[in-house]
């Protein structure tokens, strides 16, 4: 599918027509390269990824005969990008929405039903008195949210600070709030610290409801009672979301572009006539000169990529904090139908405050329908359960070898479970080292800046997950914007 061949040859262009290099191969370098070959049939555009895939964070693996998911496993439906993408590769036919979407949060000592929240803003008091997820101290202090006059933390989000989303829900809510619902769900996503997470940038559906008065329990109250939509929240690929890059590099092959794994580009510098990239090893460099360059590595690379070329910028990427994680994906015997495995639900949230390593479990045999009858119909019948640890500063977690890291997790979900779980047929652990972007309070007017700065160069673009959302259809949306980008400018690059 893809070429892992030898870098270009020192000073080489590939042809006559104009050239762009997009540096990363993962969703939104592919989605960057798709858009400017849509947009401009004659470019000649290379793909390069260090790595042996494309892909990315969407990666498929074999667990107990089965190929599952070992990164992301979803996609936001509601938002377009993602599904028409693999509606458009082929692989519209294959959409699927979760079995069951009933989550729940491993909370002092027992499973618990999430309340009804807008992204962890209780919108219903009931519900979150049933759930037993806060103490008679936390809940008092959460069900007198409504009676609270403002706050000094609004008082700052109304003069335009950005603060972090854990310092609002708590100066309303309580701590409690914080540390039993709003960390789970947004642990879930970033892998990062509610209070050190931009309000602006992490949860826009939180700040809108601080225009809707003072009481934020009223306002998600007022959200909640909208009629629901008809249209499904998430969707998955039957087969794996893994499947779409290597759907999105084979329809950019028959589009003329080459996509080449295996390239780690270590430079980028200006020439006369656009730049260069410099690539192998170090004593034995080699260059590919190109028109434009697209820049689809995360935050870090990236700053060390336009060093040279754009040091202010470069520094502000370079402050953008990762969280390094895991996900272990395991195969439990099952029956043909896996009845007996006690698994209700999609799975689990964790609190941190539970100081437990799993921070989610994903029932996968029950949540996706395809996993269920691939692992029913294996040639040994499994039940697939993932799990994911890490969070940002807790590195020391993962910083065990494989076999202590899945009797870890058995341990945990054992106990979450509260019965033994049947035997474990096989186990896969996968490390995403640095793989989720933190956006502090004021990250939205970081990369307005990057990206003021970006413009300022004709023939350059970034984009990623560092930037607009860690999504699959944020990153897609990101790289397109950058192709864009470079498109509304060729008059200066593309000669």
Do not use: N
């Amino acid at each position: 599918m893809t070429d892992p061949g030898p870098a270009w040859q020192p000073a080489v262009r590939p042809g006559p027509r104009p050239v762009v290099a997009v540096v990363g191969g993962g969703i939104a370098g592919l989605s960057a390269a798709r858009r400017l070959l849509l947009g401009r049939p004659d470019l000649d555009v290379v793909v390069l990824d260090a790595a042996d895939r494309v892909g990315g964070k969407l990666r498929l693996a074999e667990v107990g005969g089965v190929e599952v998911d070992v990164g992301a496993e979803s996609l936001l439906f509601r938002r377009p990008e993602a599904v028409d993408l693999a509606r458009e590769v082929g692989l519209g036919d294959d959409l699927e929405h979760p079995a069951t979407y009933a989550a729940r949060v491993w909370s002092r000592g027992a499973r618990r039903p999430l309340p009804r929240s807008v992204m962890g803003v209780p919108g219903d008091q009931a519900s979150l008195e049933e759930s037993g997820l806060l103490s008679a101290e936390g809940l008092r202090r959460a069900l007198a949210e409504p009676d609270l006059p403002e706050t000094d933390v609004e008082r700052l989000i109304a003069a335009g600070e950005d603060v972090g989303v854990g310092e609002l829900v708590a100066a309303r809510f309580g701590d409690e709030v914080v540390d039993r619902l709003l960390e789970p769900l947004l642990g879930g996503v970033y892998a990062g610290e509610a209070r050190r997470l931009s309000l602006r940038a992490c949860t826009p559906q939180v700040l809108a409801l601080t225009d809707q008065g003072t009481s934020l329990t009223a306002a998600a109250a007022s959200v909640l009672a909208a009629p629901a939509s008809q249209v499904p929240v998430f969707a998955g690929l039957r087969g794996g979301v893994g499947r779409l890059p290597a759907a999105l590099a084979a329809d950019l092959q028959r589009r003329g572009a080459t996509v080449r794994t295996g390239v780690t580009v270590r430079e980028v510098t200006r020439t006369p006539s656009g730049f260069r990239l410099t690539t192998g090893p170090a004593p034995a460099p080699e260059h590919l000169d190109v028109d434009a360059v697209v820049l689809a590595t995360p935050a870090t690379p990236s700053s060390r990529l336009l060093a040279h070329l754009l040091p202010s910028a470069a520094g502000a990427l370079g402050g953008i904090a990762y969280a390094s994680s895991a996900v272990v994906t395991f195969a439990l015997e099952a029956g043909s139908d896996g009845a007996d495995v006690p698994l209700e639900g999609s799975g689990f949230l964790v609190p941190p405050v539970e100081g437990r390593l799993v921070k989610a479990a994903t029932f996968s045999r029950r949540k996706w329908s395809w996993v269920h009858e691939a692992g029913a119909t294996a040639d040994r019948p499994v039940a697939l359960i993932r799990v994911s640890v890490g969070r940002v500063g807790e590195e020391h977690h993962l910083q065990v070898d494989d076999e202590q890291l899945v009797r870890r997790c058995l341990v945990d979900l054992t106990a979450a479970l509260g019965a033994p779980l049947p035997a474990v047929v096989d186990a896969r652990v996968t490390r995403w080292g640095g793989g989720l972007p933190q956006y502090a309070p004021g990250h939205l007017d970081l990369v307005a800046s990057v990206r003021d700065q970006v413009a300022g160069v004709a023939g350059l673009a970034v984009c990623g997950a560092a930037y607009d959302g860690v999504g699959v259809p944020a990153c897609i949306a990101s790289g397109t914007r950058a192709a864009e980008a470079l498109l509304a400018d060729a008059a200066q690059w593309a000669t």
